[in-house]
């Protein structure tokens, strides 16, 4: 029972935080749409803050877990890899809290969410840097410095997500990913300078 209600708490907020930010959304608003006293959220969570934080980390794992998913049906390292980017963007849409933290500057007024956002940096990279070692060890990948290249890919993605993710159509976001695919798999340089 206790479980069933934190699990309402959280889904319940999740989508007040999501539509309305952190600062807009009250704790009576989410004890209402859970339909629980707002004790009940003060026993379980302590506070609007840790409800934020918990719905947060819930959202990343929701994402990783997803991305992972996405990356372990395929067999080939370059289709891990390009299967990961387009995972990662297709997941990330639905992660809006996640996104609000950007949008929002939340980190400002909640100095903890920027750890939770950057664990999910983390993790997305050691995604990356196991498709990327795995592609260096069938000869599919030269990479020299295989958590630099992962970081690098990891950083390029970050920085296009808020203007991809909320100004872009989706066939859009594939005609960028594809472009970034080429840059990651071909690089910038010609075989043989062009005379």
Do not use: C
Request: hydrophobic share 45%.
């Amino acid at each position: 029972m206790k479980e069933k209600k934190a699990e309402s708490i959280l889904d319940n907020a999740k989508k007040m935080f999501g539509r309305y930010g952190l600062q807009k959304t009250s704790l009576d608003e989410i004890a209402r749409m859970a339909r629980v006293a707002k004790a009940t959220i003060y026993n379980y969570f302590g506070s609007k803050d840790q409800v934020y934080l918990e719905v947060l980390r819930r959202e990343i794992d929701d994402v990783i877990k997803r991305e992972s998913a996405a990356v372990d049906k395929e067999v080939s390292p370059a289709d891990k890899l390009r299967t990961f980017a387009r995972a990662k963007f297709r997941h990330m849409k639905e992660a809006i809290n996640i996104l609000n933290l950007d949008r929002e500057g939340i980190d400002r007024l909640l100095p903890k969410t920027a750890a939770i956002r950057d664990s999910l940096f983390e993790r997305e990279v050691e995604i990356i840097r196991s498709i990327l070692n795995r592609g260096v060890r069938e000869g599919v990948f030269r990479v020299r410095d295989v958590l630099l290249a992962a970081q690098a890919i990891g950083y390029a993605m970050k920085g296009f997500e808020l203007n991809w993710l909320v100004l872009e159509s989706d066939k859009q976001i594939e005609d960028y990913l594809d472009g970034l695919n080429e840059i990651i798999f071909k690089g910038i340089l010609v075989e043989k300078p062009v005379k």
